[in-house]
């Protein structure tokens, strides 16, 4: 059965880091993009960033430049989301799935979903 799995979420103080993984199974990511959202409790979904995994071309929104990055493995069907310098607003649940990305943005095609991770922020 082919889904996407979330992991490396929990609780972080102000000012730490974490990085979460994306990991691919049951198909191939060639020629996909993956992309992370995140919702926080009484707010819409919102993107993140994503990476073409054919070229690694990245994309971020624009509160996430310069404190985020996103990295791939391709032999692991895997990517990476970097966080640092987090603050309590980025307390959320993140997911992970295939989209379209463009250097205008994150564009879910609704093939694929991960189950969520939960990032907290708090001292």
């Known amino acids: 059965q082919a889904h996407l799995v979330e992991s490396g979420g929990g609780v972080v103080q102000p000012g730490g880091s974490l990085t979460l993984s994306c990991a691919a199974s049951?198909?191939?990511?060639?020629?996909?993009?993956i992309g992370w959202f995140r919702q926080a409790p009484g707010k819409e979904r919102e993107g993140v960033a994503c990476?073409?995994?054919?070229?690694?071309?990245?994309y971020f929104e624009e509160f996430a430049e310069g404190r985020f990055a996103i990295a791939r493995n391709i032999a692991k069907n895997t990517t990476y989301l970097q966080m640092n310098s987090l603050e309590p607003e980025d307390t959320a649940v993140y997911y992970c799935?295939?989209?379209?990305?463009?250097?205008?943005?994150?564009?879910?095609?609704?093939?694929?979903w991960g189950q969520g991770t939960q990032v907290t922020v708090s001292s």
């Open positions: 990476i073409s995994m054919d070229d690694g071309a990245t």
């Open positions: 049951g198909f191939s990511l060639d020629g996909d993009s």
């Open positions: 799935a295939t989209v379209v990305c463009t250097v205008i943005g994150i564009y879910a095609d609704d093939d694929h």
